[in-house]
Nanobody, 130 residues
Framework: EVQLVESGGGLVQAGGSLRLSCAAS????????IGWFRQAPGKEREGLSC????????YYADSVKGRFTISRDNAKNTVYLQMNNLKPEDTAVYYCAADLVFRVSCSIVVETTYYGMDYWGKGTLVTVSS
């Protein structure tokens, strides 16, 4: 059974940092695509970042480019999202998701907030205080 479990969320002051983890089970990183998304209260889900595990390529939304970094640890089957210089508008529930079947390009995953990802985690809450 494929599962994705996010962790690392919490309360942080503006300008601070958090590192989110997405632990995957039921499959091993090979040629899958992992994306990070977020949904703020009253807003639509937003694609943030993506990593293609077949070649390690990454992609970022303009809203987080330069502040967030996606990475992976194949030994731990975990994808991370390092978030720096956090802003109050970054407050949201953050989700990771996996595309194991169609392996849509990361640009599509992020730019279209691709709802066709095969598996989604339950999310972790990030709150940034001003």
């Amino acid at each position: 059974e494929v599962q994705l479990v996010e962790s690392g969320g919490g309360l942080v002051q503006a300008g601070g940092s958090l590192r989110l983890s997405c632990a995957a089970s039921g499959f091993t990183f090979d040629d899958d695509v992992i994306g990070w998304f977020r949904q703020a209260p009253g807003k639509e889900r937003e694609g943030l970042s993506c990593i293609n595990n077949s070649d390690g390529s990454t992609y970022y939304a303009d809203s987080v480019k330069g502040r967030f970094t996606i990475s992976r640890d194949n030994a731990k089957n975990t994808v991370y999202l390092q978030m720096n210089n956090l802003k109050p508008e970054d407050t949201a529930v953050y989700y990771c998701a996996a595309d194991l079947v169609f392996r849509v390009s990361c640009s599509i995953v992020v730019e279209t907030t691709y709802y066709g990802m095969d598996y989604w985690g339950k999310g972790t809450l990030v709150t940034v205080s001003s």
